[in-house]
């Protein structure tokens, strides 16, 4: 699996600084197989934009459509169909839906 994009933000937290990162990678067949993804729900949604909060890692696997997703301080990841992307817990952000949206997830 190769990484095609990462994005780190620094939080500050009661206990410090630490670091959230979604991370966007072209999975091998083998990974997927491996992951027994096809068997994770499936979420689906038209072109939309709205804000969302993380209260657990989402990873995903995005069968279809085109998305930005914006962190509170103005950086954008985008990725669609074939990428496999890790959202950690505690990333508040906005969804920008550029293509209707079809995914496998799961919260692990």
């Not at 959202?87 to 919260?107: A, E, M």
Request: net charge neutral; proline share 4%.
């Amino acid at each position: 699996m190769s990484r095609i994009a990462m994005f780190t933000e620094i939080e500050q937290g009661k206990k410090g600084e630490w670091i959230m990162e979604i991370k966007v990678e072209k999975p091998t067949r083998q990974f997927l197989e491996d992951r027994k993804v096809s068997s994770w729900g499936i979420w689906e949604k038209e072109v939309s934009r709205f804000d969302w909060y993380y209260d657990a890692t989402e990873e995903c696997y995005i069968l279809e459509g085109e998305v930005v997703v914006e962190t509170k301080d103005g950086s954008r990841v985008q990725f669609g169909k074939g990428d496999f992307v890790t959202l950690p817990k505690g990333l508040s952000c906005v969804w920008d839906i550029k293509k209707p949206v079809r995914k496998h997830y799961n919260f692990p």
